[in-house]
């Protein structure tokens, strides 16, 4: 089985919004399974069960976005300047290009994603649950 | 000079004749063998044309609704008539235009844009292509006899089950299930096709990026429409043999539906939309004669957009009474999705901006779809809103955004793309006078449609009404939408016009009329059957622009492939994320089999509609005998076990596991298949939460624990030969394939008997309770699939034991055994779910 985290992997790009996938799923059952069997009563450090659990789930989410991105950047640091090397013919200087490619669409969902967990996770400090 | 200058100003020398056998292993079939074509260009074009037939019909049936809508108290259509109309016209539409024709699109253009002679599995194009024709026209033909579908293109049950007991609905379910099986086909062929046919050095990061969104499309295909077909399936053993699924005084649930329905219905959208943006991505810098801005940025937010959209489903039941924080969510994924679109106008406008724009047909399409696209992208935000869409939900101000974003987003891309690719399909150029003409009534005529339903939604006019009462003040502007509907008809008449006029009197095209810079232009006009002379090694985005001499090379047959030795019709396989030439593969040549299989799979589903159950049954058994001959005629072998291609390279002719094509699409069938398999374990959850008791209270039958164990064993057994498979063939012992392959039938059959054996012995009556069903469902459905295994099983069996001195059969059991693999995976879980659940639950 290929590494997904390595540098030529294609699914090295798609690691941030799968990450988002399974998180976004993961608040969505959570909180209709709590709404419909009645267990949204139930409290967590103090917290409402759902919030507390939507606040930690969007934390681990967006440290393992921010994580990614960091891999990210650190591969497309060195290479930052050989986007014009996308022309070339010789395969050496491609490759670069290539990996620029591979870790700045990475870096770039990476960012994306933060986004979009933000934007998802902070409805459960302002509104109801059910 | 620049050398999108250069290449203007470079007029390559007319082509030489192609070597005689490679011009003749690709030409079509004379006559009534043209059906038996597989090739992309003569099945690409035929796609294109029907699916733009299905445009013109869904079309009809618009024209109808606004003329009975102009005015109240219309009288072109009685309610039931309504109903059907609107129905199948927001099918036609979804179904059998939008989605096909993007399909279509990517089978004609994407092997001359990625360099390939055709894509992987032509058989297979061309069998989607024909289900596509047959099934389509069957869905649509019910609407001649007045039993069209008429629950509205989403199918809410109760109203499509209960409510609608006659057969219309069937026409639904049966004939779009059956297309929507064809457009899985096709996501193989161009998901293998982009990863492993490309020419050599488009590396992913060279990728066209029209490829770059088809392939997001394709997938997004693969994910979003197996839940439907799982739903489809489930309501139509509803309305035949009554299980209750969505029965809520059973147990079922109508909003079970809804969320697999729109689990598909929210990324179908943008799988309309996606390769609509590709063409837009692809066209746009050829009329503005600079690369697009910002590649990985695009390549990002497509991507981006295929995996945001599938959290958008739930915003179209904002209203269906879901938990608070649940519908914030899905609110908050909507807005997200609008980060990625927004990055695509901003790389358009910045492309536009940096560029010389040349006003041509094709760019007008261009910037009408920039203006419409972002004005219904904007009430889509506002939709997003939940406040707001509680206040707009069901309101005509929906169906201004639906259409703003559907035919701003994808026909007028769709329109540009006919227009810019006519002089590659025809060998003759646009009107220009006349396309001016078409694209301004339509641009206006589209506008004063749907501008006033935005209105008229605000003012609380519901949709799906057949009519309203001339006191609510709606009178004006429903007349005005009307006469834009006359305006938008006479506009698409014009352009139709124009496209069928250009095609066959129109000047002829020079090399490359447009001066742009992808792959696809490097061929001659029109595009000859063997796409190009010569497979060419290509450096950047823009293979044309960086290089103005390549077309003239392809030509003279300097790249790789410049001839067929062997009188075979082949193309290139090449790594998936450098594209370095890795195999020669063997295309299949024109056979009759897809179009034979395309009928018995037609008459399959059209006689269940009648319920004629024993026919539908012998016209499958049929369909299946034409694809095991299909199977039988696959994995040709080459004279030779590695040949020259050229330019000092020598490749294999045949690969077999993660190298090969083959492998890919197993694997590629069996994710999607997973999601269908997702959505049954979904459902069976979804009535779970909202049953007090779990079983249900009153129904005491259990399923035994001993027999459930039994049965898992013997289908965990059977696992284990198919995991042998793949070894025993790396050695060619067919004798041990077929032991191995009698085995695992052997301890399959026992195991699918048993587990037939522990859902009759638990008394479960599948027709009392959405719970009984659905454990009915979870055991059937991976015997189906062991069902299915095991015939592909027998069909190794007899391949490896005659052992055909043509064809080989190593594929067609590392396939079995991957697909028997997840089928004993599907039924382990299943068990495990069905027996533990109710007591953890």
Redesign the interface.
Known sequence: MANPLAADNPISIVLAPIVWSVYFLFVYVLNSVACTKGFVGLTLFGFGIVPATVVIATLVTLAIMVWLAGLAWSRFAPVRDTDDHVHSADPELARLARRRFMALAGLLQAGLHILATLYVGLPALLVPEC | MTSVEEARAYEPPPPPPSPPKLASVWAQPKGWRQLTEVNNTFIGVLYVGTGLMFLVLGGILALMIRWHLAQPGGTLLTAEQYNQVFTLHGTTMMFLFAVPIMEASSVWLMPLQLGARDLPFPRVSAYGFWCYLFGGLMAYSSIFFWVAPDSGWFLYPPLSTEYSPGINNDFWLLGIGFIEISAIAQVVEVVVGIMKTRAV?M????LPIYSWYVLVTALMIGFAFPPLILGDILMEIERAVDWPFFDAARGGDPILWQHLFWFFGHPEVYIIFLPAAGLVSTILPTFVQRPLVGY??V??AA??T???S??LW?HHMFTTG?????L??????S??VA??SGIQVFCWIATIWTGRPILKVPFLYVLGFLFIFVAGGLTGVMVAAVPFDWQAHDSYFVVAHLHYVLIGGMVFPLFAALVYYLPLASGRMPNETLGRWGFWLTFIGFNVTFFPMHILGLKGMPRRVYDYPAEMGWNELNLIASLGAAMLAVGIVVFFTDLCWSWFRGPKAKRNPWNAGTLEWATALPSPDTGFRSIPEI???YPIW?DPTLPEKIDRGRFYMPDSPHGDRETLRTG???ARPEQILVLPKPTWLPLLAAVATTVCFGVAIFKLYWTSLAAGLVGLAFILIWMWRSEVRSPDEARDIGLGVRVPTYSVGPRSHAWWAMVLLVVMDSTAYGGLVFAYLFIW??SESWPPAGIEATLDGGLALVTAALILASSLPAAFLGNADRHRRRHLIALLLAAMLALGIAGGWMSLALLWDSGLDPKRHAYTALVWMMVLFPLVHLGIGAVMAAFTLVKAWVDPPRYRWSHAARNTGLWWQWSVAQMLFSLAVIVFYPDLA
């Open positions: 050095g590396s992913l990061d060279r990985t940025w390549v990002l991507v981006a295929g995996f945001l599938f959290g739930v879901l938990p608070h924080l649940s914030s969510f899905f609110s908050a994924a807005m997200a980060i990625p450096t950047g985005h960086d998936t994320v450098d939460t909202v």
